[in-house]
């Protein structure tokens, strides 16, 4: 295996959703784990999702609301296989580091399946952003 440096200031944040940014730090489609950075503006909202995998993150600025508590800098979360997130939030500019272990099931209002987000996904976005010339987030 390979060592990986990657300088993540040299990289552009990809729009994903409405005030929500990535850094695709790392995906794996053969293990399925996908690590991320991830800015959320001020009252932007995540999707509501199930994890299909286990997750944990590292608040590196701001806070996140989300089923666990609310979660400010400097805060460790560990999201478990089958933890069901409705209205993850940011009240503040927020950027996390996240690892993901496995994908997220995106759920419509109803709770039903919507689409299913993970390694592939993040690849998908990446790829689609560097064809268009890449979004920076000011």
Same mark, same amino acid.
Request: charged content about 20%.
């Given at each position: 295996? #390979?060592?990986?440096?990657?300088?993540?200031?040299?990289?552009?944040?990809? #729009?994903?959703?409405?005030?929500?940014?990535?850094?695709?730090?790392?995906?794996?489609?053969?293990?399925?784990?996908?690590?991320?950075?991830?800015?959320?503006?001020?009252?932007?909202?995540?999707?509501?999702?199930?994890?299909? !995998?286990?997750?944990?993150?590292?608040?590196?600025?701001?806070?996140?609301?989300?089923?666990?508590?609310?979660?400010?800098?400097?805060?460790?979360?560990?999201?478990?296989? !089958?933890?069901?997130?409705?209205?993850?939030?940011?009240?503040?500019?927020?950027?996390?580091?996240?690892?993901?272990? !496995?994908?997220?099931?995106?759920?419509?209002?109803?709770?039903?399946?919507?689409?299913?987000?993970?390694?592939? $996904?993040?690849?998908?976005?990446?790829?689609?952003? $560097?064809?268009?010339?890449?979004?920076?987030?000011?």
């Amino acid at each position: 295996m #390979k060592d990986i440096l990657i300088h993540c200031n040299d990289l552009p944040w990809t #729009k994903v959703y409405d005030g929500v940014w990535i850094k695709d730090l790392r995906s794996c489609d053969v293990t399925g784990q996908w690590t991320q950075l991830l800015r959320m503006e001020a009252g932007a909202v995540l999707p509501a999702h199930f994890h299909l !995998g286990a997750g944990e993150f590292f608040v590196v600025t701001g806070e996140f609301v989300y089923r666990g508590g609310t979660a400010r800098t400097g805060d460790y979360g560990y999201e478990p296989l !089958g933890a069901l997130h409705e209205q993850p939030r940011a009240d503040v500019e927020t950027v996390l580091f996240y690892v993901g272990y !496995g994908p997220l099931a995106l759920l419509n209002a109803d709770g039903t399946l919507k689409a299913v987000m993970g390694s592939r $996904s993040v690849n998908e976005f990446q790829s689609q952003a $560097s064809s268009a010339g890449g979004t920076r987030a000011a």
